[in-house]
């Protein structure tokens, strides 16, 4: 059974710095297409970023460009958020994605499994 595990999640102020943490058990990591999804409270779980399983491509929702970097480690099974200059509306539970079959995993019907998610709180 794949199982995704978050971390690194917590309380910053604006214009910190926080690093999530993505560990993935139970099936072939390097043939995953992962990403990171997050949601608010009240609002619906959108897409933030994804990289395919060499991690030779990127892609980012347009309010995190810049701003967040998302990497992979094959060898630790493990896919990292870089989140840089970070505001209040960046404050929701961030979510680990996995798409065993396809290049990128930035939608929420492509997504095959998901982490149980890791809270992030911006205060202003």
């Known amino acids: 059974q794949v199982q995704l595990v978050e971390s690194g999640g917590g309380l910053v102020q604006a214009g910190g710095s926080l690093r999530l943490s993505c560990l993935v058990s139970?099936?072939?990591?390097?043939?995953?297409?992962m990403g990171w999804f997050r949601q608010a409270p009240g609002k619906e779980r959108k897409f933030v970023a994804t990289?395919?399983?060499?991690?030779?491509?990127?892609y980012y929702a347009d309010s995190v460009k810049g701003r967040f970097t998302i990497s992979r480690d094959n060898a630790k099974s493990t896919v990292l958020l870089q989140m840089n200059s970070l505001s209040p509306e960046d404050t929701a539970v961030y979510y680990c994605a996995a798409n065993a079959g396809g290049s990128v995993v930035s939608t929420l019907d492509g997504t095959d499994y998901w982490g149980q998610g890791t809270q992030v709180t911006v205060s202003s």
């Open positions: 139970g099936g072939t990591f390097s043939t995953y297409a």
């Open positions: 990289i395919n399983r060499s991690g030779a491509i990127v």
